[in-house]
């Protein structure tokens, strides 16, 4: 089994920045990737952005791409998502995910795990 913890999300204006957290924990999943997804009120979860454990190889929506970095800190098992230059529709809850299958993530928004989720709201 593995536990997934976001934090981070919050309220922020049109052009602010925010940082998500998420906390892995549970069986060995170094071989996994890691990724972040987002539902907004009615409509269906989608991709945001992923990174492998092992090699830190990145990939993300083109709907984020320049605005959004996401990392990783293996000591502390932990990945982050930069958010810069939010948009109001960003607006939506923001889930941590751990798969062993990256291209189901990128492609699918699949995972084998999810975290709780954390809130995003951007104000225009």
């Known amino acids: 089994q593995v536990q997934l913890v976001e934090s981070g999300g919050g309220l922020v204006q049109a052009g602010g920045s925010l940082r998500l957290s998420c906390v892995v924990s549970?069986?060995?999943?170094?071989?996994?990737?890691m990724g972040w997804f987002r539902q907004a009120p009615g409509k269906a979860r989608e991709f945001v952005a992923a990174?492998?454990?092992?090699?830190?190889?990145?990939y993300y929506a083109d709907s984020v791409k320049g605005r959004f970095t996401i990392s990783r800190d293996s000591a502390e098992n932990t990945v982050y998502l930069q958010m810069t230059s939010l948009k109001p529709e960003d607006t939506a809850v923001y889930y941590c995910?751990?798969?062993?299958?990256?291209?189901?993530?990128?492609?699918?928004?699949?995972?084998?795990?999810w975290g709780q989720g954390t809130q995003v709201t951007v104000s225009s």
């Open positions: 995910g751990t798969s062993s299958n990256i291209a189901s993530m990128t492609l699918f928004s699949l995972s084998d795990y």
């Open positions: 549970g069986r060995t999943f170094s071989r996994n990737a």
């Open positions: 990174i492998t454990w092992i090699g830190g190889s990145t």
